[in-house]
Each structure stands twice: as C-alpha cells, then as structure tokens.
Nanobody
Framework: QAQLVESGGGLVQPGGSLRLSCAASGFIFSIYKMAWYRQAPGKQRELVAGITSGGRTNYADSALGRFTISRDNAKNTVYLQMNSLKPEDTAVYYC?????????WGQGTQVTVSS
C-alpha cells in the first residue's frame, strides 16, 4: 500500500520561501511520476508541478519561475521549493501518485502566506 507523507508547510511572509517534502513508501518510488497539487479554501484542487521518473518537470503557469520540483530516489522523497511566495499561494499542498487505477494523496501540509 502506497503512503505519502508531506511536511514543511507553515506561515511565511510574502516574498519568503518554503521547501515542502513528501516522503513516499510502499511502492517502487524511482519508476513513477510524482506531483504536487494544492487546494485553497473554496477552490478546486489544482496541479502545481509534476516530475517524471526521468526527471522531466512540468509546472502550472502560476508556479513557473518561482517553484521547483525535484526528487531524491535514494530517499524516496519529492520536494517542492517555493520562492517569492504570494498570498494567493496560500493553500493545503498535497503530494500525488497515480498507480493506475488507484490515485494516492498525502494528508496535506498547510502553507499560509501572510504578513
């Protein structure tokens, strides 16, 4: 059974940085694409960034140039480095894995950007 555990969220001022981590277990991490999603209050969950097993990345327009997704296959961990944070980045951030037909989510980590 795949498990995903996020950490690293918190309160940060506008313009600040955070690094989120997602520790994965229960599957062969290195061969699967991983992704980060977020959900703000009253809004639908949306893709932030994804990374393939080979390290190819994709980003939402809102994340381009500010966020960086990476992975450490030796540690079974995927990261999301977030710089130049804005109040509109406030959301619960979720790690995502698709092991068809199952979709797995972590419990989420809250990111609040406020002065």
């Amino acid at each position: 059974q795949a498990q995903l555990v996020e950490s690293g969220g918190g309160l940060v001022q506008p313009g600040g940085s955070l690094r989120l981590s997602c520790a994965a277990s229960g599957f062969i991490f290195s061969i699967y694409k991983m992704a980060w999603y977020r959900q703000a209050p009253g809004k639908q969950r949306e893709l932030v960034a994804g990374i393939t097993s080979g390290g190819r990345t994709n980003y939402a327009d809102s994340a381009l140039g500010r966020f960086t997704i990476s992975r450490d296959n030796a540690k079974n961990t995927v990261y999301l480095q977030m710089n130049s944070l804005k109040p509109e980045d406030t959301a619960v951030y979720y790690c995502n894995l698709v092991l068809s037909p199952e979709v797995y989510w972590g419990q989420g980590t809250q990111v609040t950007v406020s002065s």
